[in-house]
């Protein structure tokens, strides 16, 4: 996939297994499985104060999959001609991003958990964090 021509079409929702219970539910990921790529990280945001905004860059490299493990929030994706927003609310889905997609992350529901598995490890380079660095990237 040729990185800096991605574009929003290529995220997608994924359902993932739902194994609910009268005694409570259990949902698995799974490399190659469930998604399309290895995990290498994970990390999860919690405590975002009501009417904060979270994300604002893109990456070069990264590819994740952003689950609402609780509660709500909103994920706006934009590859620098369209504009999509994903409403994340339920646990057993999660909302495949490609790499070369700006983010912002909102609308956080009080007590919501943002669960992101990542298919790299942390690295600051594989960030574009300036929006106009990020569409001259995507030309
Ligand atoms: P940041 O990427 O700005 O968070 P968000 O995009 O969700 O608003 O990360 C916040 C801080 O945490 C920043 O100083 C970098 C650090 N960080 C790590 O050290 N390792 C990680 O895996 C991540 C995602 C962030």
């Known amino acids: ?10 995220c997608t929702m994924i359902e993932l297994s739902k194994n609910h219970r009268e005694k409570g539910n259990l949902t698995v ?10 995990v290498k990280r994970c990390y999860y945001l919690y405590d ?12 070069k490299q990264l590819k994740q999959l952003i689950i609402a493990a609780s509660g709500s929030f909103d994920v ?21 991003v490609v790499p070369g997609i700006w983010r912002d992350l909102d609308n956080f529901s009080s007590g919501s958990v943002c669960l992101v598995l990542a298919s790299e490890v942390y690295q600051k380079e594989d960030y574009i964090r300036n929006y106009n660095e990020f569409l001259e990237w995507k030309k």
């Open 29 to 38: 990921v799974q490399n190659e499985k469930e998604i399309p790529f290895d």
């Open 48 to 59: 975002v104060p009501g009417g904060e905004e979270r994300g604002g860059h893109s990456h």
């Open 1 to 10: 996939m040729n990185k800096d021509k991605t574009t929003v079409y290529d």
């Open 76 to 96: 706006r994706l934009d590859d620098g001609q369209v504009k999509r927003t994903f409403t994340l609310n339920r646990p057993y889905q999660g909302l495949f």
